[in-house]
């Protein structure tokens, strides 16, 4: 998908695909920065999908050093190199980085935008908050799930600096980024279109009456494309834009018809996205057992005995947190895929549980022993 669209920009015909009538349209569909981004090293070294996976793999490979920098800002540097060699061999963004999809692309920038939202905490100031808000942009032009996030740590950081103007530096340097893009899209399509036009095949895929009425697809998404009835209004809109408000329109008639479903699709995605027992049975299930598992456990003791306590970066870590959640009920949550940025986010408060509540205690019961204290 990601490779196709930058071989487009590198061929000169802008982000295009073909419509599901076969016509092919300056798309929307998904964000720009990262075929925009694939484009840059094929444009170099040669439009081949080999090269798109190591642009990939070279991006993907900052969310590391961004992990111990971001760690760092609540534990000393030799706790925080752990975390970030944790984001390196975390194996489920292993297995997705080097892949031409968002992953390899949105954590690193979205790595970025909480580091700097940290430092804009700790030094306020409009040119630092400003700065954090482009930062935010760029994540954002990845993956959209960015912008409502920031949205919530802006008012955050607003009521906990007792300032307005996080939320005005915030804002002007996420505009910023964003402009560009919804300007084209407003040239292209005579609509405002501020981020994508992924949201209502996502929708419809999610909140339908084939996922209510089949227990296999509780939680689960299923391609609108692959369905006759939907399909078939598909073909007959023009544009990607007609296409995103056709199928929401879809799915907002068969919520409004059977509004009883809507607390069991929401339960179903939380508990299907969150679950650390895959459906994948085997090595699958194992990895992510020992893995998120654990993770959970870790945040889950910390919450409990006061390791997981106050700062600009848990601010950061709620505020991403919450709105993945809110997408996740509105929307899906891709299962575990779709899971990573919140398993990483959230490393730095498992390492802090382990720092504290396992390694200090055998640490000090060990300097007793010896006599060093």
Known sequence: MYYSEAAGLVEGRGLVRNLPNGSPHLSALNMPLTPLLLACGMKVFGTTATVSRMVAISISSLAAPLMYLIAGTIMPRRWALLAGLGCAIHPTFLFYSIETLTEPFYIPFLF??????????????????????????????????????????????????????????????????????????????????????????????????YVVRDPELAGMWIAPMGIQEYRARMIQCHNELEINDALMRISLDYLRGHPQVIPRLVFNKWTRWLTPITQSGGLTR???????????????????????????????????????????????????????????????WGVQTVRLLVVAPIASWYRGRMGWE
């Open 286 to 348: 194992l990895i992510v057992l020992c893995t998120y598992g654990v993770l959970l456990a870790l945040v889950a003791v910390g919450v409990v005995f006061g390791t997981v306590r106050y700062s600009p970066l848990l601010l950061a870590t709620l505020a991403i947190t919450l709105a993945d959640f809110t997408l996740v009920g509105l929307f899906w949550g891709n299962l575990t895929r779709g899971r990573i940025p919140l398993e990483l986010i959230w490393l730095p």
């Open 112 to 209: 970025l935008a909480v580091l700097m939202t940290v430092r804009a905490m700790r030094r306020p100031g409009l040119a630092t908050e400003f700065t954090a808000g482009v930062a935010w942009g760029l994540a954002a032009l990845c993956r959209p799930h960015a912008l409502p996030a920031a949205v919530l740590l802006a008012l955050g950081m607003g009521l906990t600096l007792r300032s307005w103007r996080p939320v005005l530096g915030l804002t002007l340097g996420t505009v910023l980024i964003l402009t560009p893009w919804s300007t084209r899209n407003f040239l292209v399509f005579g609509k405002p279109v501020l981020l994508s036009l992924e949201g209502g095949e996502t929708f419809l895929g999610a909140n339908n009456p």
